[in-house]
Nanobody, 122 residues
Framework: QVQLVESGGGLVQAGGSLRLSCAASGRAFSSYAVGWIRQAPGKEREFVAA????????YYADSVKGRCTISRDNAKNTVYLQMNSLKPEDTAVYYC???????????????WGQGTQVTVSS
């Protein structure tokens, strides 16, 4: 099993930046693909970004492409999501997730963190 803990969320003005972190513990973190998924109030969970175990494959949702960067440091068991040029529509709870495959479908991830709130004011 893998335990995931997100941090770095907060309140930011439109156009600002945030860097989310996800600390992993448990079984070999480098064995898992990782992803960031978000959920806005009243909406379904939405894929944001994903990275393969080695970091060689990366996927982004069209809504964040060019504004967000996913990265991982397997030595530190940590995943990051750098978010720039934030928009009010980016407001959501952001979850870190891990699984055996690099996927863009939230339901296919096996392990989830508790989430961190990101609020972007206009």
């Amino acid at each position: 099993q893998v335990q995931l803990v997100e941090s770095g969320g907060g309140l930011v003005q439109a156009g600002g930046s945030l860097r989310l972190s996800c600390a992993a513990s448990g079984r070999a973190f480098s064995s898992y693909a990782v992803g960031w998924i978000r959920q806005a109030p009243g909406k379904e969970r939405e894929f944001v970004a994903a990275m393969s175990r080695s970091g060689g494959s990366i996927y982004y949702a069209d809504s964040v492409k060019g504004r967000c960067t996913i990265s991982r440091d397997n030595a530190k068991n940590t995943v990051y999501l750098q978010m720039n040029s934030l928009k009010p529509e980016d407001t959501a709870v952001y979850y870190c997730a891990a699984g055996l495959s690099t996927v863009t479908t939230p339901s296919r991830y096996d392990y989830w963190g508790q989430g961190t709130q990101v609020t972007v004011s206009s």
